[in-house]
Structure formats: structure tokens, C-alpha cells
């Protein structure tokens, strides 16, 4: 029988891990490095090994790179 409490999800959460940044921003994690370490994306270090980006700023670092229509 399975455990009733449920796991929380990331899609639920609005903080993501970097698989989760990868599969929301349709991104490499070789992409995701490079944003870290150039300051393009901002993400919470919680301790040596785990490390949180919020969706929000997600989205904000993608619309950096939209490119509008010409009208």
C-alpha cells in the first residue's frame, strides 16, 4: 500500500532544481552552467550541493532574449 502523504512536486513549487530549470526553460545544463556562471540567472545556493532558482527569475532571465516583431 502506498504512503498517503504526497510528495511535493516542482510544478507545484515555484522554486525548481537544475533538471527542473532545464526541462521549464527547454535548456541544456551546459546552458544553465554558463547562465550561472556568467550572472544571468539567479539562484540560491543552500549548501555545497543543492541549488534553487525561482521560476520567476527564470522568466525573467529568458525575456532578456526576446526579440520583439518589427511593425
Known sequence: MKN???KPTEE???YLRPDG???????SR???SDWQARRIIP???VSSKCVL???SDI????????????Q
Do not use: M, P
Open 4 to 6: 498517503a502523504t504526497t
Open 53 to 55: 532558482f525561482r521560476k
Open 30 to 32: 551546459r546552458t544553465l
Open 21 to 27: 530549470v532545464c526541462r521549464y526553460a527547454r535548456i
Open 43 to 45: 539562484f540560491i545556493k
Open 59 to 70: 522568466d525573467k532571465a529568458l525575456s532578456r532574449f526576446e526579440v520583439s516583431a518589427v
Open 12 to 14: 507545484n513549487s515555484d
